[in-house]
């Protein structure tokens, strides 16, 4: 059973972006149907079929993991800097929460968030183009992990973060071209060999990856390796972030 302030915090964390729906959740909507529209509609009819399915089905697994993991990030970093800048992450500190209870009070919250937005895309793919998922349990399981997962490097980054500007430079600079190298809109089996080495070093493909295999049913590599590497990022970045909020590092000067 969770702790009245475990609890208290979570449910802050989750009524925070709830209420603020047209911030955190329509975005999502609205760039993700941009992308279907230009992308699905636009190249699709002169790609055609990617693996044997539809270039605009084989598209939106990548849209799916784009709003995940910007999402489940943002949530947690902006919370924690909201928090530092205004000075009452103070009074969360003293509250008889372990540091464990305290990065998992902020990454359920962005870890809720970030599923809400791609179940969001899901619907919208489903509502554009008639996209049907092939395994729904395993495919929300995913999505929970990696929304789990960047909600906990959010925790970090918003403990570490010294002004807003940091936050934005892993948005901006790292998961935008990560996301976009990690095989949303190609099959890295469409590269030259050097590149899909490569392609083979983000762990954002193999999130990607093992989403579209979900989905579709189609992989350009085995799904296990992919869900086996989201588990391994989740729980190192939960244990990174508790042990930061530990130690109180750079929130507790």
Known sequence: MLNTGLKTLINREVWRFLNLYKQTIFPSVISSSLYIIVFGHSLGTRIGEINGVSYM????????????????????????VQAKFLKFIDDILITPLSGFELAVGYIVGGAFRGFINGIVVCLLGWILTGFVINDILITLTLIFIVSWTFSAFGCIV??????????????NFI???????????????DLPNIFRIISQFNPLYWMINGLRYTCLGISDSPYIISL???IIFAIVFTIIASKLFTIGYRIKE
Not at 175 to 189: D, R
């Open 175 to 189: 998961f935008m071209p990560l996301t976009f190298l990690g095989g949303v809109f190609y099959s890295i089996n």
């Open 158 to 171: 918003g403990i570490a973060a010294k002004s807003w500007d940091e936050i934005a430079i892993f948005s």
């Open 57 to 80: 089905d084989f598209i939106i697994p990548g849209l799916i993991m784009m709003a995940v993991i910007n999402h489940a990030y943002q949530n947690s970093s902006s919370s924690i």
């Open 228 to 230: 086996f590497i989201s």
